[in-house]
T-cell receptor, first 111, second 114 residues
Framework: GQQVMQIPQYQHVQEGEDFTTYCNSSTTLSNIQWYKQRPGGHPVFLIQLVKSGEVKKQKRLTFQFGEAKKNSSLHITATQTTDVGTYFC???????????FGTGTRLQVTL | DTGVSQNPRHKITKRGQNVTFRCDPI?????LYWYRQTLGQGPEFLTY????????KSRLLSDRFSAERPKGSFSTLEIQRTEQGDSAMYLC????????????FGPGTRLLVL
């Protein structure tokens, strides 16, 4: 079945440092979504990427979808303590409505 | 609050008991999803409904699990003869068919089977 892996599993940075998480799917994705889950919370939708090579920005967050539509990345510039949480990528394959989540990257930010 | 709601938020039960969880989606959303999330893992898809029709079920959903959405609004997830391995967070999400299929998640029901 489809597998979606993320690296790193965990990253601890000091406030102000940059952070990147990488997402790799075993199969081609029709689109990819990113979610953030705060400790003790539920996943919250951040963004969706659809086109091959697409890049989208949300303030300090930059999202990229690979040319082959099998990988994606999320980059946070100048992290803040409010960025703490686990970031999940999630993808659809074909026309299926089943969303397969990645393994997640937990981000810890300290002052 | 017009978001997705789930009840109860926490459930502790003894092995072998039946439990039922409820999800109330965002009112205009016609798609409803159930996921299971264990500690340190991403949510795993269980099943989804479009209106009242259950369109897909994961192989994770054993015979002891059943989900319904009788009127195309709220949904229930029942687990019969619970096992310790069923302990997890059960998340519900809803989405609209229009535009980007953003799934809005509820707060989840945390189940502990003793």
């Amino acid at each position: 079945g489809q597998q979606v892996m993320q690296i790193p599993q965990y990253q601890h940075v000091q406030e102000g440092e940059d952070f990147t998480t990488y997402c790799n799917s075993s199969t081609t994705l029709s689109n990819i979504q990113w979610y953030k889950q705060r400790p003790g919370g539920h996943p919250v939708f951040l963004i969706q990427l659809v086109k091959s090579g697409e890049v989208k920005k949300q303030k300090r967050l930059t999202f990229q979808f690979g040319e082959a539509k099998k990988n994606s990345s999320l980059h946070i510039t100048a992290t803040q303590t409010t960025d703490v949480g686990t970031y999940f990528c999630a993808g659809f394959t074909g026309t299926a409505s089943k969303l397969t989540f990645g393994t997640g990257t937990r981000l810890q930010v300290t002052l | 609050d017009t978001g997705v709601s789930q009840n109860p938020r926490h459930k502790i039960t003894k092995r072998g008991q039946n439990v039922t969880f409820r999800c109330d989606p965002i009112s205009e959303h016609n798609r409803l999803y159930w996921y299971r999330q264990t500690l340190g893992q991403g949510p795993e898809f269980l099943t989804y409904f479009q209106n009242e029709a259950q369109l897909e079920k994961s192989r994770l959903l054993s015979d002891r699990f059943s989900a319904e959405r009788p009127k195309g609004s709220f949904s229930t997830l029942e687990i019969q003869r619970t096992e310790q391995g069923d302990s997890a967070m059960y998340l519900c999400a809803s989405s609209s068919l229009a535009g980007v299929e953003t799934q809005y998640f509820g707060p989840g029901t945390r189940l502990l089977v003793l």
